[in-house]
């Protein structure tokens, strides 16, 4: 082969290379599909944890870094479960579009960006072959999801620093939030309403109650039997807020290392993956107040 040959060789597969993770452009906010790319970017995302909390672990084999580790692991499944059963949903209604995004995104990753989707693609797998039915059948699976399965052996993967964004857009988001507050009261009572304060800190309204000694007290004429008490009275207040989020899409270093649960090899970088990120930017109004 001729070194003309060669750096055109060279020159085709690195366009190649570099196609496979530029495919997917993005949906910006107000389009339909936007809440389906956020929640898979979020599962990309946790499973790039999953591989910083899984590294502490191997380097520091604490029984706190294992319970952050299997966390990361629970909450990266659960909402790859949630993702797949949705597609899935969508599909039975003759609804094909999120399927499509997912596949284009998957292939749009790298191979070892990849396998943060495998458990949402497992559960889509499972029910395909187990309801055997036809809205997506196991070969249609294969066209949409290449090489699923596949992880290269002896090396694992981490997420490297970043190299570049690029501005997509902003979205407002509504978000509530529950505001406890406290503040403390002093009263005279009768104590035919001891029983009726208790309750109240049963059911969490008052706490910190405090009950002094009896005494009769001539109220109206009429003789009682009193007490001071004390407490703090508890109020919870709801607030409802939009709240700016910047969407960018993020270049990130892929790093890979030779793979082994109690040592490792140096991370080298072979590639680049990307995320499309909700990054707050600090902006919010609260534009309702609900007192419980």
């Known amino acids: 082969m001729t070194l003309n040959k060669k750096t055109f060789l060279t020159v085709v597969l690195f366009a190649l290379a570099s196609m496979q993770v530029m495919a997917f452009d993005g949906v910006l906010p107000g389009d339909k599909l936007f809440p389906v790319q956020e929640r898979i970017f979020r599962a990309i995302s946790n499973y790039w944890l999953v591989q910083e909390t899984y590294n502490q672990y191997g380097s520091n084999p604490t029984q706190e870094n294992e319970t952050a580790w299997n966390k990361a692991i629970k909450s990266h499944t659960d909402l790859c479960v949630r993702l797949g059963k949705d597609v899935l949903l969508s599909i039975k209604k003759n609804q094909y579009s999120q399927v499509e995004m997912l596949s284009e995104i998957y292939k749009s990753l790298p191979t070892g960006a990849r396998v943060a989707l495998y458990p949402a693609l497992g559960y889509m797998k499972v029910e395909i072959v187990q309801e055997n039915q036809k809205y997506l059948t196991e070969e249609k699976f294969r066209e949409y999801f290449p090489g699923y399965g596949y992880t290269e ?83 919870s207040i709801v607030t409802k807020t939009n709240r700016k989020f910047e969407i960018n899409k993020v270049w990130f270093e892929l790093l890979r290392a030779k793979s082994s649960f109690w040592s490792e090899g140096a991370w080298e970088v072979t590639g680049k993956t990307y995320e499309i990120l909700q990054e707050p930017t600090g902006e919010a109004v609260v534009t309702g107040i609900e007192g419980a």
């Open 153 to 235: 052996p002896g090396y694992k993967y981490r997420k490297g620093r970043e190299l570049e964004r690029e501005y997509k857009g902003v979205t407002w988001q509504s978000e509530e939030h529950s505001i406890s507050t406290t503040w403390n009261v002093n009263l005279t009572i009768s104590i035919d309403l001891l029983n009726i304060l208790s309750g109240l800190v049963t059911g969490g309204a008052i706490k910190d109650l405090k009950v002094g000694e009896q005494y009769n007290m001539n109220v109206g004429g009429q003789p009682m039997i009193v007490c001071n008490v004390s407490f703090q009275r508890i109020k």
